[in-house]
């Protein structure tokens, strides 16, 4: 094994408590479905802890505010919250369980970043089921930023991942009815659900995020879409806000849309016009055909004040604030 040389920054290394949920009793007691508005209003009061992620994922936002009950950080919150979406082998597009590339292999994409602008990544990797953890030791262990392929693997195991097989029988059958026809063309909102994006603010004000997928399911061996990529699924200025997205990656990369709606936010708007503008960024371009695919943004300032915007209907998003978990649907750009 090589030695893993370390960030001259060097951030004290993560406790015991941010490989496993933090101890304690949940925070919540249940999580509330309603279709409230995606505006929030801002007090004289910052609103902290906070925690706002994509999809309908309450078991993940609970995850996530219960490391911030316990006394933990945002960036151990949203690594944990990104967890326990990929230990779910029944959602297939993050973690283990994620449908593969076409030749069968699952292949993740993850990013995390803290209040202080340090970030990490990995892409490509394959036989790590957390891979936000391995992207969080690539962070804070060693001197780069994003590692791909085989050799995010190898630093996975030299660091005491355990390597595992991702392609669960689910997954697996999947792909091969697929194979069938072998018609490449992502659906909008397929399940429901997509890439998990996570953005947390602690008891200290601090805010980060995390992002963790498989990618788009029959994609070329290779392909990596934001997620991973800092600026376009992930964005963190802790005196300002964060961003993260969701969707077909390629639209997001090609008007980095984090880093825009931040920026947006540091110019005056709020995160919901913030989202929307990036949206528009997108679908307003000449030529450009919206209708057949999907993307969607989530932010918070750092008043805590949110907002989440799409392209189409059927994107949510959850919100843990004020002792609620709450999904809520958001607001959309094609409304016919």
Same mark, same amino acid.
């Not at 490391?67 to 597009?93: M, Y």
């Not at 991942?161 to 392609?167: T, V």
């Not at 993307?295 to 998003?317: L, P, R, W």
């Given at each position: 094994?090589?030695?893993?040389? /370390? ?40 609103? *902290? ?46 973690? /283990?369980?994620?449908?593969?590339? *076409?030749?069968? $292999? ?58 595992? $097989? ?13 194979? !069938? ?48 990529? !800092? ?102 750009? $094609?409304?016919?």
């Amino acid at each position: 094994m090589h030695k893993i040389m /370390k960030r001259r920054n060097f951030i004290k290394k993560a406790s015991v408590t941010s490989l496993g949920i933090v101890a304690g009793t949940s925070v919540l007691s249940g999580c509330d479905v309603n279709e409230e508005s995606n505006k929030s209003v801002v007090t004289g009061t910052p609103v *902290r802890p906070l925690v706002i992620a994509t999809w309908n994922t309450p078991d993940e936002v609970e995850a996530a505010a219960n490391v911030l009950a316990n006394g933990g950080t945002a960036l151990e919150a949203v690594e944990q919250g990104c967890r326990v979406a990929e230990a779910n082998e029944k959602g297939q597009s993050v973690g /283990k369980g994620g449908l593969p590339d *076409r030749d069968g $292999n699952v292949t993740l994409d993850a990013c995390i970043m803290n209040e202080k602008g340090d970030y990490g990544a990995v892409v490509a990797v394959k036989e790590i089921k957390h891979v936000i953890s391995l992207a969080r030791k690539v962070m804070e262990d060693t001197p780069h930023v994003l590692l791909a392929g085989e050799g995010a693997k190898q630093f996975a195991l030299e660091v005491g991942f355990k390597a595992e $097989n991702l392609l669960t029988e689910a997954s697996k059958k999947a792909w091969e009815k697929w194979k !069938i026809k072998s018609e490449y063309k992502p659906i909008i909102n397929i399940e429901n659900h997509d890439t998990i994006g996570m953005l947390a603010i602690d008891k200290e004000g601090n805010i980060s995020g995390a992002c963790t997928t498989s990618g788009l399911a029959y994609k070329m061996a290779g392909r990596v879409g934001d997620s991973p990529i !800092i600026g376009s699924g992930l964005f963190v200025d802790n005196e300002i806000g964060a961003a993260t997205a969701t969707g077909l990656g390629e639209e997001v990369l090609k008007t980095v849309g984090s880093f825009l709606i931040v920026e947006l936010m540091r110019q005056g708007k709020s995160p919901q016009e913030a989202c929307e503008e990036a949206i528009g960024r997108i679908v307003n371009k000449p030529g450009k055909n919206y209708e057949d695919f999907q993307v969607a943004y989530i932010a918070v300032n750092k008043q805590g004040e949110t907002g989440g915007y799409s392209i189409h209907e059927h994107f949510s998003y959850n919100i843990f604030k004020d002792g609620a978990n709450t999904n809520i649907k958001s607001d959309f750009y $094609n409304k016919g």
